[in-house]
């Protein structure tokens, strides 16, 4: 299979939702996607099956049998830029987000549907995220993680993110408590260089090449 990221745009809002849906279904409800794209502060980015066709997305559908295999593909001949989405757009199996406030990008949320998790696709939204963030000129990245979520926790901690508090009864469902976690600056030549070298792992394990790039930030994603 071969996946690429590219902005969120309007079209993709009933699919994304979909996605969330069955990612966190205990947090209710689930955002309005469709304001989010309106927020000055939010941007969103999506992970394509370039190999699968999006079908018409029905209310109630549950996701369609994915096929196996795995062919990562990112690079700055294929990221996102200023084109639209084609009409037979491309199936969305994963999503990610920001805000950014002054020198601050707070990832809001990464999710990689069911059917796709294990095979690189949260890593490489979280990279995306990452080069978005640089891109919109943020100095540093926060986030909060489920207390119990060991597995996210240590991905994060790969990539350069450290605890730096905790908060109580964070998450409304089940009253857990949220890991708060940040990075020293995303522009600093020790996390760039750290960042090259986990892209380039990635890039190793799934055998294709991972290079940085993207005009993630020329435009609004409603403009897409």
Same mark, same amino acid.
């Given at each position: ?11 993709? $809002?009933?699919? &994304?939702? #979909? ?17 989010? /794209?309106?927020?000055? /502060?939010?941007?969103? =980015? $999506? *992970?394509?099956?370039? @190999? ?21 593909? !990112? ?7 200023? #084109? ?7 199936? =969305?199996?994963?999503?990610?987000? =920001? ?5 601050? *990008? ?5 999710? $990689? ?11 490489? /939204? ?5 080069? /978005?963030?640089?891109?919109?000129? *943020? ?5 909060? +993680? %489920?207390?119990?979520? =060991? @597995? *996210? ?7 350069? !993110? &450290? ?12 009253? #857990?408590?949220? +890991?708060?976690?940040?990075? #020293? ?5 020790? !996390? ?6 986990? %892209? ?15 005009? !993630?930030? @020329? &435009? ?5």
């Amino acid at each position: 299979m071969t996946y690429s990221i590219r902005p969120m745009c309007q079209e993709d $809002v009933a699919r &994304v939702t #979909e996605v969330d849906r069955e990612a966190f279904p205990t947090q209710l409800p689930p955002p309005n996607y469709r304001q989010e /794209l309106g927020n000055q /502060l939010a941007r969103y =980015i $999506v *992970a394509c099956d370039e @190999t699968k066709t999006a079908p018409e997305v029905k209310p109630g559908k549950g996701l369609s049998r994915l096929a196996s295999g795995i062919k990562r593909w !990112f690079n700055s001949e294929n990221s996102p830029g200023n #084109e639209s989405p084609p009409t037979d757009k491309p199936y =969305i199996v994963g999503f990610a987000g =920001i805000w950014v406030l002054v020198d601050e *990008a707070h990832i809001t949320n990464i999710a $990689v549907c069911r059917q796709y998790q294990r095979r690189g696709i949260g890593e490489l /939204l979280l990279i995306s995220t990452i080069d /978005l963030a640089k891109e919109l000129k *943020a100095s540093i990245m926060t986030l909060e +993680v %489920r207390a119990s979520n =060991i @597995t *996210a926790q240590d991905l994060y901690r790969k990539y350069g !993110f &450290v605890q730096v508090g905790v908060r109580r009864g964070y998450y409304l469902d089940n009253r #857990e408590d949220g +890991v708060l976690m940040s990075t #020293e600056s995303i522009t600093s030549a020790t !996390f760039q260089a750290r960042l090259k070298h986990l %892209r380039e792992d990635l890039a190793r394990k799934w055998g294709s090449q991972l290079k940085p790039g993207g005009n !993630f930030s @020329t &435009v609004r994603p409603e403009e897409s």
